[in-house]
């Protein structure tokens, strides 16, 4: 009886990447910067007329911003004037600011 040592290629290889089975779209939040999949992030859009709106579709047409669904995000996209620098704009429109933050109030408290 002989006890084979261990013969090379039998070794477990490190797989450090796990394969992705599917492509899932990334997007970046502008205020924390944590990339997410697309669809757990808020898409904000400057819409061609110079509206600013949440597109809870993600398909208005426009330039968009991706927010968390975080209070606090929401907080600093709006009081530090975030969204104005992502669409390189002044001010936002009153109206969009007031849905903006009407939005924000129903998200739930960070914990
Ligand atoms: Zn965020």
């Known amino acids: 009886m002989t006890a084979p040592q261990s013969s090379p290629g039998t070794a477990p290889k490190k797989a450090k990447r ?17 990339t997410k999949p697309k669809r757990e ?4 859009v400057r819409t ?10 993600g398909k208005k047409s ?6 968390c669904a975080r ?14 620098h992502e669409f390189e704009l002044t001010t936002l ?3 969009d600011r007031a849905a903006l933050e009407a939005f924000m109030a129903t998200l739930p408290p960070d914990t």
């Open 62 to 67: 426009g330039r968009g911003a991706y927010l």
């Open 71 to 84: 209070h606090a995000c929401w907080e600093v996209a709006l009081k530090k004037h975030r969204l104005e």
């Open 48 to 57: 061609p007329q110079g509206r600013v709106e949440l597109d809870a579709g």
């Open 41 to 44: 992030l808020l898409r904000i």
């Open 18 to 34: 796990p394969a992705r089975p599917r492509h899932v779209p990334e997007r970046t939040c502008v205020v924390c910067k944590t």
């Open 93 to 95: 429109p009153e109206d």
